[in-house]
């Protein structure tokens, strides 16, 4: 069982916004500044696509936003485009003895 | 270009040892963090282990404390990972990747896959 909870699917179709989530607690998510998102596409490792909540590294599409509220982080892709389906990992830093913490992953499918 | 190429994955039998190896290019090595993060088959991520620029700080998820020695040769780029006691739950793809800000893994390798099995 992961740390983080994150839904195991969600779908959309192209063009369309959609929201991911992931929950954690006081612990992580709530208590600091530090959530992540990546994309894995099948066999390949994983990217980057948001890190400290908000911001989006070098050359990742605006499509891409990060937000949180108390302990829930969220990750929203506008304008849904058939590459964006992969799964998709939240992680957070964490007061506890694990120093990062990863939701379960998120199957992004664009229909 | 930043490149972290891992290698020395294989299948081993339970309670047998490995070394993964992990040559970083691209960026000035000596100054971050560095990182492994695993990933079971069909499962999500797992931190597995951290180590600081000059290696006098380490720090291990839990189930591998006391198995797993994280080691980096700066004058080679170059990041080790040695797991004795290996148990059928430590099959998984093997990532190193590095660390930015405190927990942003801003770049990983392909990966090595390491299967633990009789």
């Known amino acids: 069982q992961s740390a983080l909870t994150q839904p195991a699917s969600v779908s959309g179709s192209p063009g369309q916004s959609i929201t991911l989530s992931c929950t954690g607690t006081?612990?992580?998510?709530?208590?600091?500044?530090?959530v992540s998102w990546y994309q894995q596409h099948p066999g390949k490792a994983p990217k980057l696509m948001i890190y400290?909540?908000?911001n989006r590294p070098s050359g990742i599409s605006n499509r891409f936003s990060g937000s949180k509220s108390g302990n829930t982080a969220s990750l929203t892709i506008s304008g849904l485009q058939a590459e964006d389906e992969a799964d998709y990992y939240c992680?957070?830093?964490?007061?506890?003895?694990?120093?990062?913490?990863f939701g379960g992953g998120t199957r992004l499918t664009v229909l | 270009e930043v490149q972290l190429v891992e290698s020395g994955g294989g299948l081993v039998q339970p309670g047998g040892s490995l070394r993964l190896s992990c040559a970083a290019s691209?960026?000035?090595?000596?100054?971050?963090?560095m990182s492994w993060v695993r990933q079971a088959p069909g499962k999500g991520l797992e931190w597995v282990a951290n180590i600081k620029q000059d290696g006098s700080e380490k720090y291990y998820v839990d189930s591998v404390k006391g198995r797993f020695t994280f080691s980096r040769d700066n004058a080679k780029n170059s990041l080790y990972l040695q797991m004795n006691s290996l148990r059928a739950e430590d099959t998984a793809v093997y990532y190193c990747?590095?660390?930015?800000?405190?927990?942003?893994?801003?770049?990983w390798g392909q990966g090595t896959l390491v299967t633990v099995s009789s």
């Open positions: 990747a590095r660390l930015s800000d405190y927990s942003n893994f801003d770049y």
């Open positions: 691209g960026f000035t090595f000596s100054t971050y963090w």
């Open positions: 400290e909540v908000t």
């Open positions: 992680s957070s830093y964490t007061s506890g003895s694990t120093y990062v913490v």
């Open positions: 006081s612990s992580d998510v709530g208590g600091y500044n530090y």
